[in-house]
């Protein structure tokens, strides 16, 4: 589950930023809804499941900032997909950055069955 963000970097100047989360795998893409004028604490608690083949394999969280005609990359972390396929699960924040650079922390929980190689986030 995508929980929520607390962002330090904010790419409006005079308006609240309307953030939204990615999921990326190698095979697979998910989005959370825009949380429209969330500003920096968006809070999305959105569930998705995902395949896990490799617990070896890569997942990258981004955060976006969603404008009428781009989006602003907020900030993005990739991780482990064992990191988040704890057979207790997880419940953890975890860092972002933004060209080398802290722009916030991002909340996950996780709930993985071996058996289905199923990742739920």
């Known amino acids: 589950m995508v929980v929520e963000a ?25 989005k959370t809804r825009t949380m ?3 500003g920096k604490t ?18 990258c969280v981004r955060v976006f900032d969603e404008n009428v005609v781009s989006s602003d990359l907020i900030g993005e972390c990739t991780l482990k997909f064992s990191v988040l396929c704890d057979d207790n699960g997880i419940d953890k924040w975890f860092p972002i950055t933004y060209n080398g650079d802290h722009s916030g922390t991002i909340h996950l929980k996780s709930t993985w069955t071996p058996s289905n190689m199923n990742f739920k986030s």
């Not at 607390?6 to 998910?30: G, H, V």
């Open 6 to 30: 607390r962002l330090t970097r904010d790419t409006e100047w005079f308006s609240k930023m309307d953030p939204y989360a990615t999921l990326l795998t190698e095979k697979q893409m998910f």
């Open 42 to 59: 968006p809070r999305w608690n959105q569930e998705f499941d995902l395949d896990v083949n490799n617990l070896g394999d890569d997942i």
């Open 36 to 38: 429209n004028g969330a």
